[in-house]
């Protein structure tokens, strides 16, 4: 037996080709992509059945009054103002607002 594999180990003839071992690398490489999304598709179905389940129809909601005065309105210009001046490096009197609207 030790004789034989020596033979086979001294023609060459159990070296891999080159091309082989990049052909079954991709391979691999993709076969377990699939698997992944293969998967993810199955975690998705089970996971969207109970979503299902939970929903209950959504409540009416009051509209919220459009024209409510801002509280502390100089106050909350003043902070904005301040925080505005500090990220752009300059001086708070060389800033002027325009307007300011609750959004």
Do not use: H, Y
């Amino acid at each position: 037996m030790t004789n034989l594999t020596l033979a086979v180990a001294n023609t060459g003839k159990t070296a891999t080709p080159d091309w082989m071992i990049v052909v079954m690398s991709v391979g691999v490489v993709f076969v377990g992509l699939i698997l992944i999304l293969l998967i993810c598709k199955i975690m998705g179905l089970f996971f969207k059945k109970t979503a299902k389940a939970d929903n209950k129809p959504a409540t009416p909601v009051a509209p919220v009054a459009t024209n409510a005065p801002i509280a502390n309105r100089q106050e909350i210009i003043a902070a904005v103002t301040a925080a505005c001046a500090e990220d752009m490096g300059k001086d708070i009197s060389a800033l002027r607002v325009i307007s300011f609207k609750k959004l």
